[in-house]
């Protein structure tokens, strides 16, 4: 009776143990994830931050193009006032009177 009795219990305690592991491996499979799943979604937020910065520069390369390009050609023909005058609308406009001297 008295092993029929502790083998019962060392099968119940096998049995727990077991019961347990799975428990906790559960458990951390799922904190895992939940990591796994903060980091994408960092990922994914910094890959916008980058695309809209990126697009902000190609922006202000295609502005900058066009104002040298109006700047060009005022000077080309001789506008040099006009030149001056453009010169300073953009640094009202940029709010930086001491862009250039």
Same mark, same amino acid.
């Given at each position: 009776?008295?092993? @029929?009795?502790?083998?019962?219990?060392?099968?119940?305690?096998?049995?727990?143990?077991?019961? !347990? +592991?799975? !428990?906790?491996?559960? @458990?951390?499979?799922?904190? =895992?994830?939940? *990591?796994?799943?903060?980091? @994408?979604? /960092?990922?994914?937020? *910094?890959?916008?931050?980058? /695309? $809209?910065? %990126? =697009?902000?520069?190609?922006?202000?390369h /295609? $502005? *900058?193009?066009? /104002?040298? &390009?109006?700047?060009?050609?005022?000077?080309?023909d001789?506008?040099?006032?006009?030149? $001056? +005058?453009?010169?300073?609308?953009?640094?009202?406009?940029l &709010?930086?009177? %001491?862009? *250039?001297?």
């Open positions: 009776m008295i092993t @029929m009795l502790c083998v019962s219990v060392l099968a119940l305690n096998i049995f727990t143990w077991r019961l !347990v +592991g799975r !428990v906790f491996q559960k @458990m951390r499979i799922a904190r =895992e994830e939940e *990591l796994t799943k903060r980091r @994408m979604e /960092h990922i994914v937020s *910094l890959s916008k931050q980058t /695309h $809209d910065e %990126d =697009e902000r520069a190609l922006r202000l /295609h $502005d *900058l193009k066009n /104002h040298l &390009g109006v700047l060009y050609s005022l000077l080309k001789g506008n040099v006032r006009q030149a $001056d +005058g453009y010169v300073k609308q953009l640094q009202a406009f &709010g930086k009177e %001491d862009v *250039l001297p």
